[in-house]
């Protein structure tokens, strides 16, 4: 049987907002409904096509971290379990193909408006920067430093929010001024205590977290809680650790079949890398979907349970 598809949700709740990936519902005054679907967006543009299984592995991947960092760090889940959901907010419940597997009751928070970047490894953004100017965000880093290499230890490195298009690198002192000095040093901390964690986890697997990028929230009674995906291949670079080769980009657990593909057809002339998107031949979502699923089982031990989903 196929799986289901969700591409843009109609739940019966007031829509918050709607993102290349996930739609957020407002429950009530103290909670959220995430739910992450399997649109795919490269290069700033949302694909056409879905690819299956996606919103269902950034779900679940972000609550197996979130189970491992219970006690260290507060969160904003408060389930994932489509059973709990509907029975927490009762109008949903002709609504279980649409959430099982891919949705979050969270707590509300208010947004710190910065993302947390944690770099342990020059490469995306920060070699493009590196190679112009040898800075990342406008400060120094060491000469002689190639793409892929590992930093000791890692760099923190803030980045505004885009609503469309890329987020900016900022520095520190931009971050101070945007969130206050004693917020930017509890989401420093923070941030780099979960790529830690993160980092060696996935190390025991197999696998090179390269860079991530956490959002946080302020709750009403003033905790800090990590909110939205953590260390998916979403926000994340995952490489496999066997083939890491520092000097030259390196093969990712995402969707780089799709990211191949689009530049194939850049080079080609048949697209120039905006919207609208030429349409994704099959195999190129089989594939997506694939790296996504792979990503899961290596990072978790386990392959995702099919069985739970519609």
Avoid at 120 to 131: D, I, P, R, T, V
Avoid at 251 to 265: C, G, I, M, N, V
Wanted: glycine share 8%; hydrophobic share 40%.
């Amino acid at each position: 049987m196929s799986p289901v598809l969700v591409g843009q949700t109609a739940l019966p709740l007031p829509l918050l907002r709607r993102g290349k990936v996930r739609d957020v519902y407002v429950v009530d005054a103290d909670r959220l409904l995430l739910v992450t679907s399997d649109r795919v967006s490269a290069f700033d543009v949302v694909m056409r096509e879905l690819v299956p299984y996606k919103g269902a592995v950034l779900t679940q991947i972000t609550a197996w971290w979130l189970r491992h960092f219970e006690g260290e760090v507060a969160h904003h889940l408060l389930s994932c379990d489509v059973d709990e959901i509907v029975a927490a907010v009762p109008t949903l419940g002709a609504h279980r193909d649409v959430l099982a597997g891919r949705t979050m009751l969270c707590r509300r928070t208010e947004v710190y408006p910065v993302e947390c970047v944690v770099r342990g490894y020059l490469a995306g953004s920060a070699w493009k920067e590196y190679q112009a100017t040898g800075t990342l965000a406008g400060e120094a880093l060491p000469a002689g430093l190639r793409e892929s290499d590992r930093f000791d230890p890692p760099v923190f490195s803030p980045a505004t929010k885009a609503e469309s298009g890329h987020d900016e690198n900022i520095t520190i002192p931009q971050m101070v001024g945007i969130v206050g000095a004693e917020a930017a040093a509890t989401l420093e901390r923070l941030a780099r205590t979960v790529y830690g964690r993160g980092r060696e986890r996935a190390a025991e697997r197999g696998i090179l977290i390269a860079d991530t990028k956490f959002e946080f929230g302020r709750a009403p009674d003033g905790a800090i809680l990590l909110i939205d995906e953590v260390m998916t291949p979403d926000s994340s670079r995952f490489w496999p650790a066997d083939a890491y080769q520092p000097g030259r980009a390196q093969p990712s657990f995402d969707k780089q079949p799709l990211r191949d593909w689009l530049d194939a057809e850049r080079r080609a002339g048949r697209w120039d890398g905006n919207a609208p998107p030429p349409t994704l031949p099959d195999e190129v979502v089989t594939a997506t979907s694939r790296r996504y699923l792979d990503a899961f089982e290596r990072l978790t031990g386990a392959p995702l349970d099919l069985t739970r989903l519609p």
